[in-house]
């Protein structure tokens, strides 16, 4: 992981966007203390629609009057 200073990295964005492109991860810092991470892009894992369909899925499973803090510690029993 390399660090550059605010103003390095003004100068050379072009420069560390291509490093973060080939999988570099830089830390950006002013006057010595971290500011910033420039990372790769990563896609996420699932897309929004499979989000919403997942938590309807869970959410069908709570019958009603059952409070979801009560499931939340019925599964830290075990």
Do not use: C, N, W
């Amino acid at each position: 992981m390399r660090e550059v200073g605010a103003y390095e990295a003004k100068t050379h964005l072009a420069a560390l966007l291509d490093a973060a492109e080939k999988g570099e991860t830089i830390i950006v810092t002013r006057r010595g203390k971290p500011i910033a991470k420039i990372t790769p892009y990563r896609a996420p894992s699932m897309t929004i629609d499979a989000i919403a369909q997942e938590f309807g899925r869970l959410r069908s499973a709570v019958k009603p009057g059952e409070r979801l803090r009560d499931l939340i510690e019925e599964g830290r029993r075990f």
